[in-house]
């Protein structure tokens, strides 16, 4: 089975770095992008995805990235199941970060980075994404026009 989702969009809000029980670091962010069709009013929709980063790419976007920032991450959808306050049942359905490439704030695209996964770490409870990272800086700055679509 072929699980890839590959984005390129705007997060929405200030990213915030969370820990696990384990001192695992994960991060939670939506990401917008406008989406191919238009609207009957010729204006284009926005698509709003809820994502998750684990590890050093968690680390990566909160240190780099701001409400507004550009970046495209490549990653698997996944489905997670949990109970509301209330004790019903409710599930979400997520892209899980594998590698990111920081595209720069709004107005500002300066440089790129890239995380180029490892191979995953064992020892991560089951709720956990055993999904390690790590960083390389990219040479050269990238432009809007740089961009192929």
């Known amino acids: 089975m072929i699980n890839r989702v590959i984005l390129v969009g705007r997060i ?29 009013d010729g204006t284009r929709s ?26 495209g991450i490549d990653g698997s959808l996944q489905e997670r199941r949990y109970q509301r306050r209330d004790g019903t049942n ?12 920081l595209l720069g704030s709004k107005g500002n695209n300066t440089s790129s980075y890239n995380s180029q996964p490892e191979p995953a770490a064992q020892g ?3 709720d956990e994404e055993p999904i390690d990272d790590v960083m390389s800086v990219g040479d050269g700055d990238l432009a809007d026009d740089d961009l192929p679509f």
Request: hydrophobic residues 35%.
């Open 12 to 40: 929405t809000k200030e990213p915030e770095l969370r820990t696990t029980g384990t001192g695992v670091n994960v991060l939670s962010f939506t990401l917008a992008f406008d989406n191919k069709t238009k609207n009957a």
């Open 124 to 126: 991560y409870s089951q």
């Open 90 to 101: 409710a599930s979400v359905i997520e892209v899980v970060v594998s590698e990111v490439t």
């Open 46 to 71: 926005s698509s709003f995805i809820n994502c998750t980063a684990w590890r050093n790419n968690a680390d990566i976007i909160s240190r780099y990235c701001h409400k507004g920032s550009q970046i």
